[in-house]
């Protein structure tokens, strides 16, 4: 029981981490790439067309990790399911 409120206490430290990060990550890359570009000039493009570019990667592995983590969680309830059948 307390392993699964360890877990929920966690998700909701990760929300929060996240729904500061929907709003501000835009904000931040774009202020970066104006800067970059008013000290660089065209050139900052090739480094925008990457960070496009490699968009679909981060997905796929944000996907991946989702999936592990989902795994993980499952084998953590198994282990704690077990471990209160032993102790009753």
């Known amino acids: 029981m307390v392993n699964l409120m360890a877990v929920d206490a966690q998700r909701i430290m990760q929300l929060v981490q996240s729904l500061n990060q929907i709003w501000s990550a835009p904000l931040q890359i774009c202020v970066a790439i104006y800067f970059l570009y008013v000290t ?3 050139a900052v493009m090739a480094g925008l067309a990457m960070l496009l570019l490699l968009v679909p990667l981060n997905l796929l592995i944000a996907r ?8 993980l969680l499952y084998t953590r309830i198994k282990r704690g399911s077990r471990s209160e ?3 009753t």
């Open 40 to 42: 660089m000039g065209v």
């Open 64 to 71: 991946l990790v989702r999936k592990i983590q989902v795994k």
């Open 85 to 87: 059948h032993m102790a």
